[in-house]
């Protein structure tokens, strides 16, 4: 099996930050670390290791200054996700992290493939241990939590779809996945709850879902088109505008939303 040299680069996925209610504990609040332990990066040129070692920090920074390591889980997730495939519930009580793709061996080397799950993490246990994986869609990777913090959903790139999943206490289910068409990195509620958008990275668009309760609909005639390699989306706290960060354009496009 080929090792790392010094120089290579674990990756890291980007880092998520929530603030945890005084229901779990009055001072804590975690950021979730997605460490990809299957992707690296040489000098001579990116390459793929085997599964089973990819890892999920949680870091305690509670004291901003001092912020501290309180527990490693590992469970596969991975670099081909992020930044928006880790969120923690609007409560504290749970992390939950999507596996995008797992490593497929043909010969001696190794390819990415969708991989379905979605991690559910208990924070306010101690120490915080994984609860369960959901299955979800192919290739899970952008993940929204709306404000009341009972209704998750999660964009499927390979899938073509959104799946939503209700949460009642610690226990996340899936409730329905809507084809939109076309490939999904990143998925983001309004403020009221009632619409979220998703970002359609290959078609340069964004897309519309109405929801009603734990119902979600795709809206398909109400496509937005933006800028290309849309991945990042953002709902402004107003409700008024959807941004959208556009990869290798360095542009970014705000979208009035009616």
Do not use: C
């Not at 799946?163 to 009642?168: G, R, S, W």
């Amino acid at each position: 099996m080929r090792r790392s040299s010094p120089s290579a680069i674990r990756v890291a996925t980007l880092l998520f930050l929530a603030l945890s209610s005084a229901a779990v504990a009055e001072t804590r609040a975690f950021i979730l670390v997605g460490l990809d332990g299957k992707t690296f990066f040489e000098p001579e040129g990116a390459w793929n290791g085997p599964n089973g070692h990819d890892a999920v920090g949680i870091i305690d920074v509670s004291d901003e200054a001092r912020p501290r390591l309180v527990h490693t889980l590992p469970f596969d997730n991975s670099v081909y996700g992020p930044p928006t495939n880790l969120r923690i519930t609007p409560d504290g009580r749970l992390g939950l992290v999507a596996s995008s793709v797992l490593m497929r061996q043909e010969g001696t080397a190794r390819y990415a493939h969708a991989d379905d799950r979605l991690h559910v993490v208990d924070l306010a246990a101690n120490p915080p241990h994984l609860i369960e994986s959901v299955r979800v869609g192919l290739q899970p990777s952008g993940i929204a939590i709306n404000k009341a913090g009972d209704l998750v959903l999660v964009a499927n790139r390979e899938g073509r779809s959104v799946t939503a999943l209700a949460i009642l206490d610690t226990v996340v289910r899936a409730v329905a996945t809507v084809n939109v068409g076309d490939e999904a990195a990143a998925v983001a509620f309004t403020p009221d709850g009632k619409r979220a958008f998703i970002a359609k990275n290959k078609t340069a668009r964004i897309g519309v879902i109405a929801i009603d309760g734990t119902n979600v609909r795709y809206e398909r005639s109400l496509d937005i088109p933006v800028g290309p390699g849309v991945y990042g989306l953002a709902v402004t706290p107003d409700g008024m505008l959807a941004l959208t960060g556009n990869t290798g354009r360095s542009r970014a496009t705000a979208t009035p939303i009616q």
